[in-house]
């Protein structure tokens, strides 16, 4: 499926991401266990609906309905999972075991990311820096997550390397060596480098305007296989977010 439509890959990305990030560490719900994003109510939320604009029904449903009819013993958690731990494969990224971008200000920004989004789910900085590299993927059409934004989706524009099916730790090494300026449009604020072919919202910009974060940007840039192995087990985390007495399965 994936090699057929390499755009496909990082949407089975955006969908595992979904699925696991309404866990919250307080409450101890939500997440990917029950793989409920396949109900109307979750589809209902905005992210998700900009997840899957173009599709009469659930992108996620149409594509993956044919494994899950042939696989019937499989559930929808470990289906909707395990496709996005398959699709991190397949963009060449390493093997994994089984939020709005804007505030207003930088502070704002992170203040967002950090206590609305990513400490929710129990997350650090480093490890919220690390899953910011999934924006080297695909084709954007949601307002956090993978590589090129769609403006009849999420609202902006472009994508955030020149390589959206492949995973690298390019995107930290273009955070930090371009020029960013904002974009001259009628859309929500973005930036764009100086050739006006990429983009970074101002969750990205960001990351390297706070020290903290910006230490973890510069050494994923320097190591692409430090932000392999840190990538692989925050996504990881990610998924098994809301989960418990899970197995490890062999597959064929």
Same mark, same amino acid.
């Given at each position: 499926?994936?090699?057929?439509?390499?755009?496909?890959?990082? =949407?089975? $990305?955006? +969908?595992?991401?979904?699925?696991?990030?309404? !866990?919250?560490?307080?409450?101890?719900?939500?997440?990917?266990?029950?793989?409920?994003?396949?109900?109307?109510?979750?589809?209902?939320?905005?992210?998700?609906?900009? =997840?899957?604009?173009?599709?009469?029904?659930? +992108?996620?449903?149409?594509?993956?309905?044919?494994?899950?009819?042939?696989?019937?013993?499989?559930?929808?958690? %470990?289906?909707?999972?395990?496709?996005?731990?398959?699709?991190?494969?397949?963009?060449?990224?390493?093997?994994?075991? *089984?939020?709005?971008?804007?505030?207003?200000?930088?502070?704002?920004?992170?203040? &967002? /990311?950090?206590?609305?989004?990513?400490?929710?789910?129990?997350? %650090? %900085?480093?490890?919220? *820096?690390? +899953?910011?590299?999934?924006?080297?993927?695909?084709?954007?059409?949601?307002? &956090?997550? +993978?590589?090129?934004? &769609?403006? %009849?989706?999420?609202? !902006?524009? #472009?994508?955030? =390397?020149?390589?959206?099916? *492949?995973?690298?730790? #390019?995107? !930290?090494? /273009?955070?930090?060596?371009?020029?960013?300026? /904002?974009?001259?449009?009628?859309?929500?604020?973005?930036?764009?480098?100086?050739?006006?072919?990429?983009?970074? /919202?101002?969750?990205?910009?960001?990351?390297?305007?706070?020290?903290?974060?910006?230490? !973890? *940007?510069?050494?994923?840039?320097?190591?692409?296989?430090?932000?392999?192995?840190?990538?692989?087990?925050?996504?990881?985390?990610?998924?098994?977010?809301?989960?418990?007495?899970?197995?490890? $399965?062999?597959?064929?």
């Amino acid at each position: 499926m994936i090699t057929a439509d390499p755009d496909i890959g990082p =949407t089975m $990305v955006r +969908l595992a991401w979904h699925s696991s990030g309404t !866990y919250d560490k307080m409450s101890k719900t939500g997440g990917s266990g029950g793989g409920t994003i396949r109900f109307k109510e979750e589809l209902a939320h905005g992210g998700d609906r900009a =997840t899957y604009p173009r599709y009469s029904s659930p +992108l996620h449903l149409t594509l993956l309905a044919p494994p899950s009819e042939a696989h019937c013993s499989i559930s929808y958690a %470990d289906l909707y999972t395990l496709a996005g731990a398959t699709a991190i494969e397949a963009a060449g990224g390493p093997t994994v075991t *089984v939020p709005d971008a804007d505030k207003g200000s930088p502070a704002k920004t992170l203040s &967002h /990311l950090r206590m609305d989004i990513f400490y929710r789910m129990g997350f %650090d %900085d480093r490890e919220i *820096v690390a +899953l910011s590299g999934a924006h080297a993927l695909g084709r954007r059409r949601i307002p &956090h997550a +993978l590589g090129r934004c &769609h403006p %009849d989706a999420s609202g !902006y524009s #472009g994508p955030w =390397t020149p390589t959206p099916t *492949v995973l690298t730790n #390019g995107y !930290y090494a /273009l955070l930090l060596s371009l020029p960013w300026t /904002l974009k001259e449009w009628d859309g929500p604020m973005q930036f764009e480098d100086p050739s006006g072919k990429l983009m970074m /919202l101002p969750s990205d910009i960001a990351l390297i305007q706070d020290k903290k974060m910006r230490q !973890y *940007v510069q050494m994923y840039a320097k190591d692409k296989e430090l932000f392999f192995k840190e990538f692989a087990a925050a996504f990881q985390k990610l998924e098994e977010l809301g989960t418990k007495n899970l197995k490890t $399965v062999a597959l064929a």
